[in-house]
């Protein structure tokens, strides 16, 4: 159950690829749902996990690694972020799609970027400016359609739309410039 106003947790998605983000490592994990077990795939390795929603924010999980059992607890701590606690050890990591990876890198890399990229390959399903429109900071730029889901790419900052380098129906690679912003004036 969803309550209103809050994402459901990364643990309640039946089906989905994720990046997941610690503090030294990033994992590409795939998450299916299969009747009160989840078939987790992190970087290609596959494992069966029970789970026990505990609480709205709060998953107990167990898996099997090499004849061992393991014991984790998993606490939403933020929209996409969990404190994760494996024996005594605790660990921060957050649970990204892969849109929102790459958004994240490129906020990382580069604040207030002047291109908006396609984070993956995709079709471009719609371009919402045109050139020398005035967007602001979080505007939805252009929707590209990638894994059968349509993702929302928007502005890192405000700024006028130079050019649009695409059209609706384009297949982009994973890197290609979209939509340009003019240089910010830093006068």
Request: hydrophobic share 45%; aromatic share 4%.
């Amino acid at each position: 159950m969803v309550e209103r106003g809050l994402a459901p947790a990364a643990w309640e998605v039946p089906a989905m690829k994720w990046i997941v983000k610690g503090a030294t490592a990033a994992h590409e994990v795939e998450v299916e749902r299969e009747g009160e077990h989840f078939v987790v795939t992190v970087d290609g390795v596959e494992r069966v996990v029970d789970y026990i929603p505990l609480d709205r924010t709060i998953a107990s999980l167990r898996y099997i690694n090499n004849g061992h059992s393991f014991h984790v607890t998993a606490h939403r701590e933020a929209k996409r972020s969990y404190r994760v606690a494996v024996g005594d050890r605790e660990f921060t990591w957050d649970v990204l799609t892969p849109v929102e990876a790459v958004a994240s890198e490129a906020r990382g890399a580069s604040a207030g970027a002047a291109r908006i990229i396609a984070p993956i390959p995709g079709k471009v399903v719609k371009i919402n400016v045109s050139p020398g429109d005035d967007v602001e900071q979080g505007q939805s730029i252009v929707v590209l359609e990638a894994m059968k889901m349509e993702n929302e790419l928007e502005s890192e900052r405000a700024g006028r739309v130079a050019s649009v380098l695409v059209s609706a129906g384009d297949t982009v690679d994973a890197g290609t410039v979209l939509v340009e912003l003019e240089a910010e004036d830093h006068g």
